[in-house]
């Protein structure tokens, strides 16, 4: 469905870097669910670009709720945010040179040259502050079903936090911060993507995020694994080139006797002793939190001159790139993980207890 | 759509480990491909256990196609593929002991107890014999059109292959093995796995997997970019616990100058000098070849004993696995994997080019 | 999806009239639902030829349950049900020339020529013997939830039925019946269609279905609307032309004073008086009954001779089909309406009140 | 999908009579087609009231296009049209009073009271407008491909049109009309919808449509036949209670020998030589024009004394309609029919030829 994620909670993007606005329109959104605009502010905020770490473009992100919301809540049918451009320069585009590592070759070959080049068009990171109006909808049903999503830097410009620990209290502190980190590493790591910066270079990172409070038995065998709904809400993200669940990648050195998370019933539940895999068993929630590990790809615009081609000439060419960029998108990329999570769940929860199950609770 | 993946060309699958069938239905499949049925039998083969480090559940996986085939041509209309389930001893499997790291908890939750248990059920790698016969269906029709994927096992029980490198070539050796790695490292890795086994553990991996030859401005901006639709394909395989694209998690370590791959004209094509991105920017094919890694976790049943907990006395337990079973299903998972990327790119191709581009050809 | 229907509950229809077996796949059924063979043999014995109305293929449809099932329940995974095809005479079908009012000529032009032509493949009406089986499941489910469907000949060959009047009887009725008429005009509708037969002719006919026992509030506004919805798969079935809700197309000739239906409280609860809107107001149910009424065109295969074209010689031509077929196959479309109208209630139901809603019951 | 209709062309609805502004999102458009702002105009100029027979609100319906549009042609990313809301009189509605005939009642069980009641909100025909703004797009892309659609008003208020006759000329005539009668019976038409009017009532009628220049061999066999996709579409449409194509309710009436079209080769091309079929053979075009008719209820706000039911109170109560309302929607429903059969089409026409059909032309 191309611009549109979900399946009974959906989600339709649209708008490009330097069209007249950008927006979302959640469909299927439960009837009732209160409205918090000063959390979707708060989110917005979190997202734009505040600091030596992130671009010089300036939106304010005025977004404005054109349908779906009446006296406060959501009505049940679609609710669409739109957010209008303001401060764009398009004289900072040339269409003709393909910027490397961006979408403007492949735009190209897709669109035949007819697709808004300015700033990356519909494919700008641009288009996630309307992500991220429209996954604040979700996170606030979320939490009124005891569901809490959080999202911090684990490694990016080579400074390292520490991995989840509390889950719900590491979360509620996520909440609170506009750098997300849970040790003291954010100034070392601020340092570090600023040296990037100075060098008209950028770097990448890995985020972690966790799911807490979910249910056990949500979710789908094969096809519709909550691995598979999550990982393609994830890689909708400009940027996001690795997801992994639990253990990931390290399950490689494990053995079996290592990796598996034995069964154990506390105070009459449920529970793993480890949780090596993320919370999930055979695509289906098992009511641990879902841990997931995301890889963010340096920022491809760079100062430095770069290699290219020109596509209108079909020559090659040198490139250098002036404008206005992040040398670093990890940070702003971590709201919008959080927002596609809410989405997702949001879905897969719909699909399992029913259209409103945010209004009446899950009925396990 | 649970079950089903796919929008123009869907698969389709059904069946649980110990009962009478399983199978798949391929649907939107273009008129007039060859049925190749000596390969599908070659591609099952592969799949199968045959050897030490496999299970000793012998199945011969003899398939009927049921529909969608007239005179060994694709008709157009849907396929159906179904392979009896023969060599079945559900004496082995207990009711009401949830093995860890499998689905048997989630399953009763998801499905309040009325799942078929043994053997896993639905949740029964078994299943994916099925997708390898359909997924046979999709790499002839995608060698027709030029393109072609492999799946190597890059690193297993601490031995490691080295990566793709001349891709074409790679691809054409790995359709010619069994046990698939680009060098001599098959031994120690097969006596790796033994020991595992001896040491009634099992261990996991990282494949590695590459599609050549797919045609530029292939995939969606957001939400059904190109890793979002074969990550979504690859987290459907049980075990798989993590996907990266190109560099992936490596990117984390990396500036954009190193990470950006600068483009080029050659011959009059558009290529990347590097292929960090794995063939895929802003979520479409740039004509490079896609790269993907996929982590394995270690097969789940071992024959060690562990703690468990019973479902339906609720009390904790422990578990000494009997039946007979995978100490790594790593090898056997490429053959899968190769399936499900098949049928996911020629869902992308018939959603670009239309239905009948695998009779047409790719019309750019 | 071509040839899957349904959202939360969907059903994937396979097979061809001369091809090995036909089947159908049922996804997202809520487990724990018992399994009634008996009225699954019963419902594929009504959609049977049975008589002088009918064609002469003898089919005993005898079905397998692949999977799905266990220990006589729905387990909540894929439930496939295939019928082997037997009696298949293929010396009667000619490849080339088209037959009017067939898909013979449409298929062809879509599938350039590799369909199974033979008995019409995988447009042959035989194909709703699975949509028959896969349709009793659902008709059991809805049962449990207090929800009725049933279809009765309204008028066919020129002799007419009453329409329904109380409900809720005339659908258990209907149950008891192999011809579903509601007064006595069976041997006179049977007699004029044998009339039909001599003359080496065909008659079509109105089916009326009702729905009885639905929710409030089920459905959506615009594209998902419950007659959206119900047309969709009411369309499916092959010779269905023309299908209105409610008063249909006579609500050309009403003013709005006739035709709305006043709502009253009676018993605490809302109902119309009358019920023009046939159950459905913005496309969403009131809890009135659904009625619906279903134009059925004479099916296609007539003795007569016919023109028509040789698609291979392109030439002109004159057509006597021999085979064996129906002079009328209204009374055997009663039941595949049946079937389809209960899938398709069955996946709004789910897609409202959630997957477990058969298990659990509607939480209004 | 709710308010999303279409899958590989897609249209997304939203917005509320009385709320900030309704809009619509066409995703899947192919790049590079003029977008005729003039002809957008003219359509929603046609759909807007502007008569006797039309309701007194007035809405000048200008509309903005937010994303998907570049230098005048689209870019083939998510086209986004709003139209503001302006001439909203919301004191003319009260919550608990259900209209007769409305969605009122329904959408109070559905979203529990919380739908924004005002005009009948989301339910409103005034959504239709971005519709037909959006279905404009669509019709333009189709004459691109030489596909026209056009749609009279067969029988309103006991006046009758005739059948279409030469088609394509039949639709270039009613391209432009402002109200689209084939005869001369415009005025008697008009004089029995203001009879009915002054009566403090309401009529309602037929639309005939026609799709001209369709190629043969587009759609699918079962549940995505072209009377699926295309009555799925037009009953989405509030007021839409019935749907036939070609003979439709009349083939009960007829013998096989009358109904069944006969093919024919003329100048090398196959046609039929009736087209009772209405240009759809087993679900699939045959290159006939299609023939659609459809029922349109009166519109159910009328001025008259009605007895209804106060929701909060739960007490039945009496109800008269104030507001502004037209005493006959056929005429203004007929633009949206188009629109929502261009949609349709589009879509049908992309997932066959695939996306860049309308760039390239069919390639059949």
């Known amino acids: 469905m191309k611009n549109t994620f979900g399946q009974s909670v959906s989600?339709?993007?649209f708008g490009e870097s330097h069209g007249k606005a950008i927006g979302i329109v959640l469909d299927g959104v439960c009837p009732g669910i209160s409205v918090d605009e000063e959390f979707i502010k708060s989110q917005l905020s979190k997202r734009r670009p505040n600091g030596s770490t992130d671009t010089k473009r300036k939106e304010m992100d005025e977004y404005e709720i054109l349908s779906g919301v009446f006296e406060g809540k959501t009505t049940g049918t679609p609710l669409t945010i739109v957010i209008p451009n303001k401060d764009t320069k398009s004289g900072d585009y040339q269409r003709s040179i393909a910027r490397p590592s961006h979408a403007d070759y492949t735009a190209y070959e897709k669109y035949h040259g007819y697709e808004d080049y300015r700033g990356g068009g519909h494919f700008s990171g641009r288009i996630t502050a309307a992500l991220v109006a429209g996954g604040a909808i979700a996170i606030k049903a979320l939490e009124g079903l005891g569901i809490k999503i959080g999202t911090h830097i684990l490694t990016c410009a080579g400074v390292s936090d520490?991995?989840?620990c509390d889950i719900s209290a590491d979360i509620d502190l996520l909440s609170t911060l506009s750098f997300p980190v849970l040790t003291d590493c954010k100034d070392e790591m601020i340092k570090e993507i600023e040296k990037a910066s100075q060098d008209k270079d950028s770097v990448g990172g890995i985020l972690q995020s966790a799911i807490y409070g979910m249910p056990a038995g949500?979710?789908?065998p094969w096809f519709d694994s909550v691995e598979s709904i999550l990982s393609h809400a994830l890689f909708s993200i400009g940027g996001v080139k690795g997801v992994e669940f639990g253990a990931g990648f390290e399950f490689a050195?494990?053995?079996g006797s290592q990796a598996n998370d034995p069964f154990e019933i506390i105070d009459g539940k449920v529970i793993t002793k480890t949780n090596n895999n993320g919370g999930i068993n055979g695509g289906i929630t098992n009511s641990m939190p879902i841990i997931i590990n995301i890889a963010v790809k340096p920022t491809p615009s760079i100062a430095k001159e770069q290699n290219s081609v020109d596509l209108t000439k079909m020559e090659n060419t040198k490139l250098e790139i002036k404008g206005r960029?992040?040398?670093?998108?990890?940070?702003?990329?971590?709201?919008?993980v959080d927002s596609v999570l809410a989405l997702a769940v949001c879905d897969m929860l719909a699909l399992r207890y029913g259209t409103d199950v945010f209004l009446k609770g899950l009925n396990k």
Do not use: K, Q, Y
């Not at 960029?325 to 919008?336: E, L, Q, Y």
């Open 162 to 164: 520490r991995v989840f």
């Open 253 to 255: 050195n494990m053995r």
């Open 11 to 13: 989600a339709t993007l």
């Open 218 to 220: 949500v979710g789908e």
């Open 325 to 336: 960029h992040d040398p670093c998108i990890v940070r702003r990329a971590s709201v919008v």
